[in-house]
Structure formats: structure tokens, C-alpha cells
């Protein structure tokens, strides 16, 4: 079974960091490529970042560049979203997706 699950949300202050972990299980994950996206309330969902299955090439959306930092550890079918100097505006539901699925997704909250 293909299943995708998020963790390492939660409630940060302004300029905090935090960093989301999307677990795979039923497919190996450095075979796709991988997408984060969030959804703030009254939003559309947006694309955050991206990573390739090939050669690891990372895309970001511009509000996140120089913030966010995807990655990968293919030893734990894992795929991390590193982010530093969190914003208010940073505040979403933030998913992960790949091979055609969705996780649940994971709240983060940034207010002071």
C-alpha cells in the first residue's frame, strides 16, 4: 500500500524554524519526483518546493527561496522540508506528494 505521512509540524514564533519529515511506505520515494505544498485557510494549495528523483534538482517557490531547503535521505525513504526564518504568511497545512499520492498533511503556526 502507497501511503505518505507528514510529521514535524506544530507552533513557532516568528523567525523559528522547523522541519517537516514525509515518510514513504509501498514505493521507494528516490524514484519519483517529490513535491511539498501547503494550503492556508481560505486558500488555494500552493506548491512550496520540489525534488527531482534524478539528479536531486531542487525548484522553490519565490516567497520560500533562500528559507526552505528540500532534501532527501533515500536510507530512510524520507524527504525533509528544512525551514528557517518562518513568517506568519508561512502558516498552512503542508503536504507532501509524490507517485500519484497525497499524505495527510501537517499544521504549521507561526505567530508570536
Known amino acids: 500500500q502507497v501511503q505518505l505521512v507528514e510529521s514535524g509540524g506544530g507552533l513557532v514564533q516568528p523567525g523559528g524554524s522547523l522541519r517537516l519529515s514525509c515518510a514513504a511506505s509501498g514505493f521507494t520515494l528516490d524514484s519519483y519526483a517529490i513535491g511539498w505544498f501547503r494550503q492556508a485557510p481560505g486558500k488555494e494549495r500552493e506548491g512550496v518546493s520540489c525534488i527531482s528523483s534524478s539528479d536531486e534538482t531542487t525548484n522553490y517557490v519565490d516567497s520560500v527561496k533562500g528559507r526552505f531547503t528540500i532534501s532527501r535521505d533515500n536510507a530512510k525513504n524520507t524527504v525533509y522540508l528544512q525551514m528557517n526564518s518562518l513568517k506568519p504568511e508561512d502558516t498552512a497545512v503542508y503536504f507532501c506528494?509524490?507517485?500519484?499520492?497525497w499524505g495527510q498533511g501537517t499544521q504549521v503556526t507561526v505567530s508570536s
Open positions: 506528494s509524490g507517485r500519484g499520492s
